[in-house]
């Protein structure tokens, strides 16, 4: 089975945005992602933490829908992309580690993360971590799966549940794998979204 640690983002940045959901290039995919999104963050807007930030994608969706978003991603030409794609917006991308961001004393609405949680080697300490970044009715967002059938990567669904108990009051289980919107293809994996809310 391929390590999460195996991966090199740095040289994977360049393709990045060419799969579908990634890079959302596709409008029907962008909009579904955009009203997934909408519909797990706060009417409000908030600050949200976007850890393992990649290119920026889902950032992007936030800051539109007029949150202010604060991205991290450990590798450089990530965050790079990241500011390319954000320029002029009012926005911050840092170089550095999902499991220990760094934001100082800073705190947060809403920590989304989107299919990072499966690469970091402790998921468990990071998730009391990110809790620990929340403000007071704080939540977090993390989409995550098992790709592939063959060699399969990720985290299931069943087992964040389970990393999610000592951290999260409440834990919503939303299902995506039948919404071919959000990958611009039909997929038979795993893939889902959870909201965590203290
Ligand atoms: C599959 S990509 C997801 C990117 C983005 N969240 C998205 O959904 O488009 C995984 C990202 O996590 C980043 N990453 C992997 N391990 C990390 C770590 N320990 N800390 C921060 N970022 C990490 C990689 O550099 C990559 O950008």
Redesign the pocket.
Known sequence: MTS?ND?D??A??AA?DDEP??GLRDPEVRDAWARRLRSWLPDTACDVL?????????SLLATEQGHRVTG????PV?VERARAKLAGRDVVFLV????A?PVGERQFDVVL????LW??PDPGRALRHWRGLLRPGGRLVL?EGVWGTVAPVGIAADRLRELLAPVAGSVWVERLSQDTALWGKVVDDERYAVVALE
């Open positions: 999460a991966l983002w740095d994977l940045a990045f959901d990634h976007d850890l393992g930030c990649g290119t920026g994608s889902l991290v991603d450990l590798s990530m550095g580690d999902a499991a961001p993360v989107r299919h990072v690469a970091l989409v």
